[in-house]
């Protein structure tokens, strides 16, 4: 067991080492120009009233996008898995959300996003805010920087979105509790934060669960009328034992699990949903092979919002058409061949 989460570990974990810094300073543009494909403004809020995460939610067209500052510990880490420049450009870049934006009328499904070890859901601002402008309401955990892997961290992370779920659904005020169905709920979550997610669900009745490359030592007991969605890449170090284990947690998982999908994408590797995709070309050989695929970071990225929009459109918002239209659209995302 020990080695076998010595495994895990170290694929969760994949550019936790030192990196060398960037040549030269890296532009943000790729990251600023990616636009939310909704019809909604997005907003975004943190502090007491937001159960500790941060959360983004369809706003009206006013409020201001600016930066958001990136802690010293977040640059470390980032600058770590990264490189420097790239650090410094996900730290200037300014993307869609508006501080404090008047939230848009009505009340939207919500969805409760962990990241990875070591990673922040600051890190995947351009899936987040894509959901948000889509009609969710997002609130993302973790929003400086999650704790590093461990085995007891995958159960910690678990209970961090069920207390998250609770606070929102239940203590949130008024100006945040007007926006949110509390009735249709996801629980979303990249690497740790996907497995994290699947623990989760039989504590969050009636919730849909999406995991995003989230490796797992032991299959969850998904309830059977769940659905769940486990997106994955390519890990080329990852050798035939590790992927044979994990091909067989999944069947496990969705063993009695009437809508359980998996799908793994040609060409993908395990940083390709963070936002540091778009700006792989200032991330140093062979740490750049090693983290992204050569599908490119604006078609991962708008592949991937474009497959979990879809997923949760048909799980949760009774859009039928909408999972088979995506799945048609991205051949790219096939039934895993290769775990």
Excluded at 53 to 71: F, K, N, V
Excluded at 165 to 174: F, G, N, S, V
Excluded at 181 to 199: C, P
Aim: hydrophobic share 50%; glycine share 8%; net charge negative.
């Amino acid at each position: 067991m020990t080695r076998l989460l010595s495994v895990a570990a170290a694929i969760l974990c994949l550019g936790c080492a030192p990196a060398p810094e960037a040549a030269a300073p890296v532009d943000p543009a790729p990251v600023e120009a990616v636009r939310p494909a909704g019809p909604h403004a997005v907003g975004v809020m943190e502090g007491s009233q937001t159960a500790g995460g941060r959360l983004y939610y369809p706003a009206l067209d006013a409020g201001e996008a600016r930066a958001i500052a990136l802690t010293d510990a977040r640059r470390e880490k980032l600058t770590q898995r990264f490189g420097a420049g790239v650090a410094d450009a996900l730290g200037r870049a300014v993307t869609a959300a508006r501080v404090d934006a008047a939230p848009a009328p009505g009340r939207f499904p919500l969805v409760i996003f962990a990241p990875g070890s070591n990673m922040a859901a600051g890190d995947y601002r351009l899936l987040i805010e894509d959901l948000a402008s889509r009609g969710y309401v997002v609130l993302a955990l973790d929003p400086n920087g999650a704790p590093p892997a461990s085995e007891e961290r995958y159960a910690a992370a678990a209970d961090e979105m069920i207390a998250a779920l609770t606070r929102i659904t239940t203590e949130a005020p008024a100006p945040v509790a007007a926006v949110i169905d509390r009735d249709h709920v996801a629980l979303v979550g990249h690497s740790l934060g996907g497995a994290a997610a699947l623990i989760a669900l039989p504590r969050a009745p009636g919730a849909v669960a999406i995991n995003l490359d989230g490796d797992m030592m032991a299959a969850p007991a998904v309830p059977p009328s769940a659905s769940v969605l486990y997106v994955i890449g390519y890990t080329p170090p990852e050798n035939d034992r590790s992927r044979a284990r994990r091909a067989g947690v999944w069947r496990d998982l969705s063993a009695g699990v009437a809508d359980a999908v998996a799908l793994q994408i040609t060409d993908f590797r395990h940083f390709d949903y963070a936002d540091a995709a778009l700006l792989q070309d200032g991330v140093a050989e062979p740490m750049r092979q090693a983290r992204f695929g050569p599908l490119g970071g604006a078609k991962a990225h708008a592949l991937t919002t474009d497959l979990i929009a879809a997923f949760l459109d048909s799980r949760l918002k009774g859009d039928t058409a909408a999972w088979p239209a995506a799945t048609a659209r991205h051949p790219e995302a096939t039934a895993p061949t290769t775990w």
